[in-house]
Structure formats: structure tokens, C-alpha cells
């Protein structure tokens, strides 16, 4: 079992940059796979970016090249650096923890793109 906690999430105008955070109660040396999902309004959930405890990665075609996740064991955090922001990027971030058959998810932490 874990807890997930997100943060960094906030408005910013259109090509600029955000970092997500997101802080595991738990070492995540041994968690399978860590990712960030989110949702727009009236969208489906959607992947944006996994990675795995041998650091793969699983990046959305819709946002590759602009964001870059990664993982630090030593301090159960995961981020997500999301560069050249679009408006189509607004939605809630959501963090996933997948520990074989379940899977865990934080609050969510909002993100708005706009001028």
C-alpha cells in the first residue's frame, strides 16, 4: 500500500513550464511502475508518462518531446517536467503507483494553461 501526494500544479501562460511532484509514504524502490495520468474536463482519463523501477519510460505521443518524467528512489518522489505548455495540456494530474494487481492514485493537482 501507498499514498501518493501531488503538487506543483498552478496556471501558466501558453509555452511555459511546470514541474509535478509527487511524494510517496512509502520507498518506491520496489514499486513496479510510477506514472502521471490526467483528465480534462469532459475527456477521458488519459496516460501521459510512466516509468518503471528499471527506468522505462512510456511517454503520450501528444506530449513527447515536452515532457520528461523521472524518479528518485532515495527520496520516494516522482516528477514530471512539462516544457512548452499548451492550452490543450490543462487538465488534472493525477500521480499512479502500480503494485501488481493494484494501483494507486493521488488527489490530483490542477493545471491550467491560458493567457
Known amino acids: 500500500q501507498v499514498q501518493l501526494v501531488e503538487s506543483g500544479g498552478g496556471l501558466v501562460q501558453p509555452g511555459g513550464s511546470l514541474r509535478l511532484s509527487c511524494a510517496a509514504s512509502?520507498?518506491?524502490?520496489?514499486?513496479?511502475?510510477m506514472g502521471w495520468f490526467r483528465q480534462a474536463p469532459g475527456k477521458q482519463h488519459e496516460l501521459v508518462a510512466t516509468?518503471?523501477?528499471?527506468?522505462?519510460?512510456n511517454i503520450a505521443d501528444s506530449v513527447k518531446g515536452r515532457f520528461t518524467i523521472s524518479r528518485d528512489n532515495a527520496k520516494n518522489m516522482v516528477y514530471l517536467q512539462m516544457n512548452s505548455l499548451k492550452p490543450e495540456d490543462t487538465a488534472v494530474y493525477y500521480c499512479?503507483?502500480?503494485?501488481?494487481?493494484?494501483?494507486?492514485w493521488g488527489q490530483g493537482t490542477q493545471v491550467t494553461v491560458s493567457s
Open positions: 516509468i518503471t523501477n528499471t527506468g522505462n519510460t
Open positions: 512509502r520507498s518506491i524502490r520496489t514499486i513496479y511502475r
Open positions: 499512479n503507483a502500480l503494485i501488481p494487481p493494484r494501483e494507486y
